[in-house]
């Protein structure tokens, strides 16, 4: 199959359509949480035990504002600080039930507003999607892994 000429253009056009589906469904469920304290309990789950210093990189902010979502987060009941028990200076951020269900609910949510749209498509194209995204993501992990230095290069 020829490819399309402006295959990169497409793929982010769609890519933008995709996050407007996955940003609606978010916005109808998670009114009382912004995107950004959304985005704060989503790297949390994904890295648990992260404290402030690190959150504040993995948003490219200073501490202080990354303190601040905490103390937002926490005064809401999303968000625990808990003390390493070998380490009492080392505070650790950590998801409280809440915030855990929070984000199951939005990612149900999430799941279901991209089935819906997958439902508007003809079943060949579901699948011929299926095969290109999993094409594209394992040339992206490839292309990834060659940007970034091994732990050879960096020990």
Known sequence: MERPPNLAAAIEAAAEALIGVLDTA????????SPTQLR??????ARPGTNVN?????????????SRLCDRLEATGLL????DPRDRREVHLML??????????????R????QTVLEQMPARAQHELLLSL??????????????????????
């Open 26 to 33: 978010g916005a109808r469920h998670a009114s009382s949480v």
């Open 40 to 45: 704060v309990l989503s790297l949390i789950s």
């Open 54 to 66: 690190g959150l504040a990189e993995l948003l490219n902010v200073v501490p202080s504002s990354a």
């Open 80 to 83: 625990r600080r808990v003390a």
């Open 96 to 109: 409280t039930t809440a915030a855990r269900t929070l984000l199951a609910e939005l990612k149900r949510c």
């Open 111 to 114: 799941h279901q507003a991209v």
């Open 134 to 155: 999993l094409a594209f993501s394992q040339a992206a992990q490839l292309s990834t892994a060659a940007d970034s230095p091994s732990d050879a290069r960096t020990a």
